[in-house]
């Protein structure tokens, strides 16, 4: 058996352990990029997908997890787009049908709804931030790539990366700032 022989069996070994190595960081970005589980496991999927058919064309010296990131990253700029087309459709006035039950028999202290409803605000604060500011704070702060990382997956310079974060955090503290002044 030559060393040719047993590549394909050292690739498909070697792309199951990126698989395992870096798929619940994957799965997390794209929650977040996302806000929604059901699209994130979607584009999970598709993420593995398509780096599994590119896997053969990768250099041996190559960053598995920038470059997994940065086809996740790709794969969420093309669903936001598409997610934008469509809410031009929707009726202004028409809202999206919430996932809880108006007749909830959890009983909740007033503490842990507070605790949802800020949480629920800061969500909505990251979801409306620029993509790029998007990508870079989750990037950063819930995965911890450093801003080589973050430009190589964005496609930037590292302090453009940098910038991104910096504007993505200084936009959450006012939106945070005025939701706790709105509260007074």
Partial sequence: MTLSDRQPTTEKYDF???IDRHQRAIYRYLVR???NIDDAQKLFQDTF???HRAYAGLSNDANHQAWLFRIATNLVKNYIRSRERRRKVFVDGEAPVSSHSANSNTAHTEDDLQS???AHILLNALQ???FQQRTALIQRQFEGLDYRLIAENL???EGTARAHVYQALRKLRIRWHQ???EED
């Fill in 128 to 130: 409306a931030l620029p």
């Fill in 33 to 35: 990029c996302t806000g």
């Fill in 49 to 51: 997908l398509r780096a």
């Fill in 155 to 157: 496609e930037c310079s």
């Fill in 179 to 181: 939701m706790n002044t």
């Fill in 116 to 118: 949802q409803e800020s």
């Fill in 16 to 18: 199951h352990e990126i």
